[in-house]
T-cell receptor
Framework: DAGVIQSPRHEVTEMGQEVTLRCKPI?????LFWYRQTMMRGLELLIY????????DSGMPEDRFSAKMPNASFSTLKIQPSEPRDSAVYFC??????????????FGQGTRLTVV | AQSVTQLGSHVSVSEGALVLLRCNYS??????LFWYVQYPNQGLQLLLK??????LVKGINGFEAEFKKSETSFHLTKPSAHMSDAAEYFC????????????FGTGTRLQVFP
């Protein structure tokens, strides 16, 4: 498997524009996580899905942020409208529950978002 | 709710010296604990994990960590640092079993000097 695939790797956009980040989890994994990493706040869990259903979105900072998982192989994180303080690296991760319980999360390479 | 605290945002060691990165956890149920490493401009990679089996866990690249319930700690060690170990290290906790979310510490940046 190619691992968790995120696109784009880098995104530069102007304040007020809509931004969509994409993630393809590892095939067979039934959990998908979106994290945000900044120098000030470290790694924050934004939202996670189980079997395509959002389970906990308490980490989503504002209504400007939304996430969807229309099927088991694709998820998006959308920011509309974007603001400079949204600049960060956004990571997607996936995992599954095996016979021994939950596995560790496998991370994508991240999307570095810069809002100017 | 579970949480982890990493003591020391920066640690510097000489090549060949002992590496010790500290992590203390808080959890109301038996935890699963993880150490991840992040190299520049990369995602996070699992180093090792504790899932209620052996308390001394060996991971990749010569790292190991010991789960100490009495101290609520899961410190990461390596006997002899290499230049290639320079990276950021994250401790993380989840509630174990059929857990879901992984909560990360703030990270420790390891520098290795020749």
């Amino acid at each position: 498997d190619a691992g968790v695939i995120q696109s784009p790797r880098h995104e530069v956009t102007e304040m007020g524009q809509e931004v969509t980040l994409r993630c393809k989890p590892i095939s067979g994994h039934d959990y998908l996580f979106w994290y945000r990493q900044t120098m000030m706040r470290g790694l924050e869990l934004l939202i996670y899905f189980n079997n395509n259903v959002p389970i906990d979105d308490s980490g989503m900072p504002e209504d400007r942020f939304s996430a969807k998982m229309p099927n088991a192989s694709f998820s998006t994180l959308k920011i509309q409208p974007s603001e400079p303080r949204d600049s960060a690296v956004y990571f997607c991760a996936s995992s599954f529950v095996g016979r021994a319980g939950h596995t560790e999360a496998f991370f994508g390479q991240g999307t570095r978002l810069t809002v100017v | 709710a579970q949480s982890v605290t990493q003591l020391g945002s920066h640690v510097s060691v000489s090549e060949g010296a002992l590496v010790l990165l500290r992590c203390n956890y808080s959890s109301s149920v038996p935890p699963y604990l993880f150490w991840y490493v992040q190299y520049p401009n990369q995602g996070l990679q699992l180093l090792l994990k504790y899932t209620s089996a052996a308390t001394l866990v060996k991971g990749i690249n010569g790292f190991e960590a010991e789960f100490k319930k009495s101290e609520t700690s899961f410190h990461l060690t390596k006997p002899s640092a290499h230049m290639s170990d320079a990276a950021e290290y994250f401790c993380a906790v989840s509630e174990g079993g059929n857990t879901d979310k992984l909560i990360f510490g703030t990270g420790t940046r390891l520098q290795v000097f020749p």
